[in-house]
């Protein structure tokens, strides 16, 4: 069974500069309220998106997080980190709960102060 990524894609006018540095800041802010309401506003299909709408993103993020409150996480602390496998190398955004452990982390791909992407990574450097 093939493992589907799911990615964020925005689009170019809406990824530079300002709009593109709000964007991360509201990303890692749901992150760690693990709160996808957060993001959610931000977040315009016709605004954002090319590849995958807004809802399958969501949905995504909240599995993400009702995950992590199922095991516990209250307080929710950011680490960077770096992908070992798809992306190796890349920066990563660590989510640990309080009991210090990984709970999920991104790769937020930026290029030049725009985003291109946000998307799961399952081997950051802090997954054990």
């Known amino acids: 069974m093939a493992i589907e990524l799911i990615k964020l894609k925005?689009?170019?006018e809406a990824s530079i500069g300002k709009?593109?540095?709000?964007?991360i800041n509201?990303?890692?802010?749901?992150c760690l309220a693990l709160d996808c309401s957060i993001i959610e506003p931000m977040i315009n299909e016709d605004q954002f998106f090319e590849d995958i709408d807004k809802y399958r993103f969501l949905a995504s993020l909240k599995?993400?997080?009702?995950?992590?409150?199922?095991?516990?996480a209250k307080d929710v602390i950011m680490k960077k980190g770096k992908c070992r496998l798809c992306s190796i190398g890349h920066s990563t955004y660590e989510f640990y709960s309080n009991q210090n452990t990984h709970e999920f982390a991104y790769i937020i791909n930026t290029k030049n102060d725009e985003v291109k992407d946000i998307f799961l990574c399952n081997m950051s450097s802090g997954r054990s």
């Open 10 to 12: 925005v689009k170019k």
């Open 19 to 23: 709009p593109a540095q709000k964007i």
């Open 26 to 30: 509201k990303f890692i802010e749901a």
């Open 63 to 72: 599995q993400q997080f009702d995950w992590a409150i199922s095991r516990g």
